[in-house]
């Protein structure tokens, strides 16, 4: 079946440096890729999204592209701030309306 | 920005009570979902529910989950007997169907502690 599987956590970076959370995933045909980001104590949010191969996603700074040849899609960002502390959940989804599978969460902790 | 509303956002009940969680979706959404997470572990897929009836559930989701969408504004998911098992962070969430243009919009949660 489909799955997802994201880099252990937590990471924990220094303000500025840069961010990887590396994301693969196993599924049929052509799923679209979602980051979504869990601050403490809130629900979960869309960072970005890519729905094809080559597909770029971003927001906020953070970057993803969607890679068929290695069925993966990495988050980055080039200078990590403080507030970007928070667990981030790489999912996708096969269908239209379909539900998504998440991977398990990768937390990250940015200290001044 | 329109939002998914869920309530409580905290709820403890007593092993073998039924819950009810509910969630208010966004408007013109038309496709409805329960996930859950269990403290530290990672999100999972319980239900969703279109045109007022399931259309996809998990193994998780068995004959004590049930959901129903009563009055056409309000989606809620029911727990008839509640283990301890159950103590964990439901999320609802709600899409118009165009997954791949707008993806999925998630509430806050309730936080459900099982004594």
């Known amino acids: 079946g489909n799955s997802v599987t994201q880099m252990e956590g937590p990471v924990t970076l220094s303000e500025e440096a840069f961010l990887t959370i590396n994301c693969t995933y196993t599924?049929?045909?052509?799923?679209?890729l979602f980051w979504y980001v869990q601050y403490p104590g809130e629900g979960l949010q869309l960072l970005l999204k890519?729905?094809?191969?080559?597909d770029k996603g971003s927001n906020k700074g953070f970057e993803a592209t969607y890679r068929k040849e290695t069925t993966s899609f990495h988050l980055e960002k080039g200078s990590v701030q403080v507030s970007d502390s928070a667990v981030y959940f790489c999912?996708?989804?096969?269908?239209?309306?379909?539900?998504?599978?998440f991977g398990q969460g990768t937390e990250l902790s940015v200290k001044p | 920005e329109p939002e998914v509303t869920q309530t409580p956002s905290h709820q403890v009940t007593q092993m073998g009570q039924e819950v009810i969680l509910r969630c208010v979706p966004i408007?013109?959404?038309?496709?409805f979902y329960w996930y859950r997470q269990i403290l530290g572990q990672k999100v999972e897929f319980l239900v969703s529910?279109?045109?007022?009836?399931?259309?996809?559930k998990s193994e998780i989701f068995d004959d004590q989950f049930s959901v129903e969408r009563p009055d056409g504004s309000n989606f809620t998911l029911k727990i008839r007997s509640t283990k301890l098992e159950d103590s964990a962070m439901y999320f609802c969430?709600?899409?118009?169907?165009?997954?791949?243009?707008?993806?999925?919009?998630f509430g806050s949660g309730t936080r459900l502690t099982v004594v």
């Open positions: 890519a729905t094809k191969a080559d």
């Open positions: 408007s013109n959404h038309l496709y």
């Open positions: 529910f279109y045109n007022n009836e399931i259309s996809e």
């Open positions: 969430a709600s899409s118009e169907g165009r997954t791949r243009s707008y993806g999925y919009t």
């Open positions: 999912a996708l989804s096969d269908r239209e309306g379909g539900k998504l599978i």
């Open positions: 599924a049929t045909g052509y799923p679209s």
